[in-house]
């Protein structure tokens, strides 16, 4: 007869085994400047290298068409793409191998005019690394480490503060509240550098529009202060953009990266369908 404690044993080695047996997150370094996420890439045949800007508010990733005729890409059928308070052209794109610190990045989707923007910023904006990369997968964007983590497992389901995470083909939405008013669903914008650009007037709930959307901004509006609760988390004298009427269908406004990047990290887990937030003081 076996001994009790031999199987405890056995129990407790395979669990060991196991635990040590998960493969640890990859890490991709990133910058913060300007009030935007900064990721090095490099294209291959031939290797070049490209400034990524990590924008959650575009539904696919692009790059700019300056970039890719600088890489001799030929481009394909036009597509309708929409922007804050903008429209234009992008152009289709065969799949382009991207990679940032030997991890495979998704490949931009099509190439679009993003010189304005670029010419504002003290590097060049090659392209935006949009809501498909985070498509299947849970990534954390750690703002104090300034890394971003692609986690192999899920995290704890029991984690006490997660909002839902709503992922749309247009791109990425959570609830957070305004001076008290109903929870309301804005679109998941790193590429925002601002905190909050809000709609005032009451936003209808449906499906947004079927055409690429590049939440990306500069915009110059009225601006005031609000109270902000995203979780768990209240926020006293945020920075509010107003507007009248919704940027994108069925949101709200754009949480932005200002609000964001007070957070240590947030993880986007596209897996279960939530945001989890980690305020500063956890981090300590």
């Given at each position: 007869m076996r001994q009790p404690w031999l199987i405890s044993i056995f129990?407790?080695?395979?669990?060991?085994?196991?635990?040590?047996?998960?493969?640890?997150?990859?890490?991709?370094?990133f910058e913060c400047r300007e009030g935007l996420i900064w990721i090095k890439a490099t294209t291959l045949e031939p290797a070049t290298p490209v400034n990524l800007l990590l924008d959650t508010g575009a539904s696919v990733s692009v790059i700019n068409t300056t970039a890719a005729k600088r890489l001799r890409l030929k481009f394909g059928h036009q597509i309708a793409v929409r922007g804050v308070e903008t429209a234009q052209t992008g152009y289709a794109l065969k799949p382009l191998n991207l990679k940032a610190e030997d991890f495979q990045l998704s490949s931009p989707a099509l190439a679009v005019d993003l010189q304005t923007l670029s010419s504002s910023c003290a590097q060049p904006v090659d392209g935006l690394l949009g809501a498909d990369f985070f498509r299947?997968?849970?990534?954390?964007?750690?703002?104090?480490?300034?890394?971003?983590?692609?986690?192999?497992?899920?995290?704890?389901?029991?984690?006490?503060?997660?909002?839902?995470?709503?992922?749309?083909?247009?791109?990425?939405?959570?609830?957070?509240?305004?001076?008290?008013?109903?929870?309301?669903w804005v679109r998941l914008d790193t590429g925002c550098v601002s905190d909050l650009q809000w709609v005032t007037w009451d936003v209808q709930t449906r499906n947004c529009s079927r055409k690429t959307a590049i939440g990306l901004t500069e915009t110059s509006i009225r601006q005031t202060e609000t109270t902000v609760q995203i979780g768990s988390h209240q926020f006293q004298n945020v920075t509010t953009g107003l507007h009248d009427k919704a940027i994108f269908d069925g949101e709200a406004g754009l949480l932005g990266n200002g609000l964001l990047s007070r957070f240590s990290s947030i993880t986007i887990d596209a897996k279960s369908d939530r945001l989890i937030l980690k305020s500063r003081t956890e981090a300590q």
């Open positions: 129990a407790i080695v395979l669990f060991v085994k196991v635990q040590a047996a998960l493969p640890a997150p990859t890490e991709i370094s299947g997968r849970v990534v954390q964007i750690d703002f104090e480490a300034n890394k971003l983590r692609i986690i192999p497992a899920q995290p704890d389901s029991k984690f006490a503060d997660s909002l839902p995470l709503q992922l749309r083909p247009c791109g990425m939405r959570v609830p957070i509240t305004v001076n008290g008013r109903k929870a309301q």
